[in-house]
């Protein structure tokens, strides 16, 4: 870390700062200045006490950390991209996978009709919400423990690999009896218990970005699966909280090629809550493929207009199969294996 003392300082004060990062642990390097000094503080900030609370001595007039707090996600302990085997299916690497399926699971016919035409379609894995997340109380809430039985038959039926998510710490075990991989979703990217829960089971993770979670934090939400024994995360990006209406989210793509270059995970892009529109989830593949995602995760549903949750932004049957068709140039130019 460094340390900027403010101008004019004297030298007796200055040597309080130095003797407080030593107590600290810090290897201080003062170097002085003829209006300023700052003290560079060798050691490693991740293990050390943080140096951030010296901005409380009066003397002090910023602290500037050095290394990035994710390590374990971040290419300068992993330069190579990460592939996750998820059951034999690989994620990352050359590989670009499309995971698809209804936003909640509704009845066996609704999933398994959809598990098939995904399927048929190109998608490896069938995504549905056992247990949802619904803005109001009153709006569908998932049939829970009832979806997840339909999810296993669905696998069962295609040898599709399935994602959910998981709500609560209470529900981990169970989900896991279903599921490939856990899906952790942007309600709780910063529900910590949840998320080492999750991790613990060893399961992969397919880690959502929060509505308003910045890059810097999300990737430290995957820290912190990784820092519990878990290096199966995939970071989807789903669209954050902006001004703007016309969509119901942002679709920050920008984020996706962010991410790509801080961390080794893969990365999957979910064009549908990105901007709830159907209309639009097509281009957002496209863009998506372009900036280096690993993969996309995309809502589809046999009626959309009779969905229970998310209908405008669920394509049907035939619009994912022009979909996949529409971007299969996009995913050879970008050089990855489809
Ligand atoms: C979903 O995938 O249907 C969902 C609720 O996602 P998110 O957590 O990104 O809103
Ligand atoms: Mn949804």
């Known amino acids: 870390m460094i340390i900027v003392i403010k101008p004019q300082t004297p030298r007796a004060q200055i040597d309080e700062v130095i003797a407080?990062?030593?107590?600290?642990?810090?290897?201080?390097?003062?170097?002085?200045?003829?209006?300023q000094t700052v003290v560079a503080a060798i050691g490693d900030e991740r293990t050390h006490h943080t140096l951030e609370s010296l901005t409380a001595l009066p003397q002090v007039e910023k602290v500037m950390?050095?290394?990035?707090?994710?390590?374990?996600?971040?290419?300068?302990?992993?330069?190579?991209?990460s592939v996750i085997d998820v059951d034999g299916l690989k994620i990352g690497g050359e590989n670009f996978v499309i995971m698809a399926g209804p936003c909640s699971v509704?009845?066996?016919?609704?999933?398994?009709?959809?598990?098939?035409?995904?399927?048929?379609?190109?998608?490896?894995?069938?995504?549905?919400?056992?247990?949802?997340?619904?803005?109001?109380?009153y709006e569908f809430q998932g049939l829970g423990s009832e979806g997840l039985r339909l999810l296993s038959l669905a696998k069962k039926e295609t040898g599709l690999k399935i994602v959910t998510e998981v709500l609560s710490e209470r529900h981990v075990d169970e989900v896991c009896a279903h599921a490939d991989i856990l899906q952790i979703g942007a309600r709780n990217a910063q529900n910590f218990q949840l998320i080492i829960e999750c991790a613990k089971s060893g399961k992969p993770i397919?880690?959502?970005?929060?509505?308003?979670?910045?890059?810097?934090?999300?990737?430290?939400?995957g820290e912190y699966i990784l820092a519990h024994g878990n290096n199966k995360v995939m970071f989807c990006e789903r669209g954050i909280r902006t001004f703007e209406t016309y969509t119901r989210n942002t679709l920050d793509l920008a984020a996706v090629a962010a991410i790509k270059m801080e961390s080794h995970l893969p990365v999957i892009v979910d064009p549908s809550q990105g901007c709830g529109r159907a209309d639009l989830v097509r281009?957002?593949?496209?863009?998506?493929?372009?900036?280096?995602?690993d993969g996309l995760i995309i809502e589809v549903h046999p009626h959309p207009a009779e969905a229970l949750s998310d209908g405008q932004q669920q394509i049907d049957f035939a619009g994912f199969e022009t979909l996949v068709k529409n971007i299969q140039p996009f995913i050879n130019a970008a050089g990855r294996t489809f």
């Open 106 to 137: 509704e009845s066996e016919e609704q999933l398994i009709s959809t598990a098939r035409a995904v399927k048929a379609a190109g998608a490896t894995v069938l995504r549905g919400g056992a247990f949802k997340p619904r803005t109001s109380p």
């Open 65 to 81: 950390r050095v290394q990035k707090r994710g390590k374990l996600v971040s290419r300068e302990s992993h330069p190579e991209n």
């Open 20 to 35: 407080e990062v030593q107590r600290l642990g810090y290897d201080p390097r003062p170097i002085f200045g003829t209006e």
């Open 206 to 221: 397919l880690l959502k970005r929060g509505l308003s979670e910045r890059i810097d934090e999300w990737l430290l939400g």
């Open 283 to 293: 281009a957002m593949c496209k863009g998506s493929v372009a900036m280096g995602a």
